[in-house]
DNA sequence: GTCTATAGGCCGATAGAC
DNA sequence: GTCTATCGGCCTATAGAC
């Protein structure tokens, strides 16, 4: 197995061949329901609607497809900003529940699992995807909610002596706590809309207990 | 692929022979360190010492095997208890943090992460295997914690209005905030005992303010 | 670029001798 | 029980016609 998967962080200049969009479209599906070992060129040929010489032509190996791939799906595990970090809170729980309610929900969808899940098992022959996936996921979400943080504490908000560092990794964490891993085992049942709001009303009143600058009960 | 794994939970009568114990130990050092699409039956018998058909007369499939496997391993998923669970404590912190360290340092332990990333990446093909993980793991260990904190909470140590299942989830993903992901995604440096300490000494100081009856600061 | 057809290898599993 | 030898199949990847 040669790792000729190219830079996994370059989503490249995929121009608009349909052909390829198809085969592209294909392995992703294939990729992210069953893996990367379990899927075969076949697969993804028959599933595209094409031959395998077409696929071959235009990707060298499996390895290259599959690294392709990820490259576009790790530039994309961001939930949508919006207005989730404002400057400017009168009171922090309701901008927690919206932030933490839109993280959790972004980190439960079965995309997002399904690339945590390969990314996982196939850090030991791809390394460079495990390190693309946490830079482009977890560690920019947790850069941007540290300054947040950090800017509500300057606002007074959070308690002065708390590092924002800290502060946010706790807030994934917290988040994370109660349906995270259960999702990721894929076990039923699948968290739904009240249990997910439940688990973040829970994360933010535990956070907001060890951090808020002025416990407010 | 027909599952004969047969019931995951039971680890059965293994007796001494020899070979058998070869073949259990190899198969085990390679699946867990490369998955289970990426070892070959071969690779196993090689690796025992042994021919393919003596492999196959003692296990009738690739996926039985495996399963046999896991269900030993997955019966072993809990840190050593010892003197974690202390009826009586003068002080939370400690005790809180003897807790945390050994249940850290155990699900950062690579043969713990090395069942888990198997079991989350085979949970569509083998989903009795993610199951038995969390019921004989996870679970188990949150149980305890959960029991041990209502205990504390009669003593008057914890938060009256706390609910101990919630106040436990939160340890455990408190403990995981920080070093966890990095590990599962097998992200190097690997994590050291110092930073574990300051890790599980952080989840803690958080989880006292949060739910401590007593906010000794 | 796209196809059909196939090379060449490794896999899971088995037959049969001892 | 354990071995050697092998089957049939699927896999990645390619050759060659159009």
Redesign the interface.
């Known amino acids: 197995m040669h790792h000729d998967a190219a830079t996994l962080d370059a989503p490249a200049a995929v121009e608009a061949s349909p052909k390829r969009r198809q085969m592209l479209d294909a392995a992703r599906g294939l990729f992210l329901?069953?893996?990367y070992?379990?899927v075969s060129m076949d697969a993804v040929a028959r599933t595209a609607g094409v031959s395998k010489a077409t696929l071959y032509a235009h990707f060298a190996s499996k390895a290259a497809l599959f690294g392709m791939l990820m490259a576009e799906g790790c530039s994309q595990m961001l939930p949508p900003e919006e207005n989730l970090f404002p400057a400017e809170v009168a009171d922090l729980r309701p901008a927690l529940e919206a932030l933490g309610g839109r993280t959790l929900r972004f980190m439960l969808r079965e995309d997002w699992l399904a690339i945590y899940?390969?990314?996982?098992?196939e850090?030991?022959?791809f390394?460079e995807l495990?390190?693309s996936?946490?830079a482009n996921g977890?560690v920019r979400t947790l850069a941007r909610t540290r300054d947040w943080i950090a800017q509500q504490q300057a606002a007074g908000k959070v308690r002065a002596d708390a590092e924002p560092e800290?502060a946010a990794?706790?807030l994934?964490?917290?988040?994370?706590?109660?349906l995270f891993?259960?999702a990721?085992?894929?076990?039923p049942p699948a968290a739904e809309g009240a249990d997910i709001d439940r688990a973040v009303a829970?994360?933010v009143d535990?956070?907001l207990?060890?951090?808020a600058a002025d416990p407010d009960r």
């Open positions: 329901a069953q893996g070992g379990a899940r390969i990314a996982m098992a850090s030991v022959r390394p495990a390190h996936f946490h977890p800290v990794q706790h994934m964490g917290l988040l994370r706590s109660t891993l259960r990721t085992l894929g076990l829970g994360a535990t956070w207990r060890a951090f």
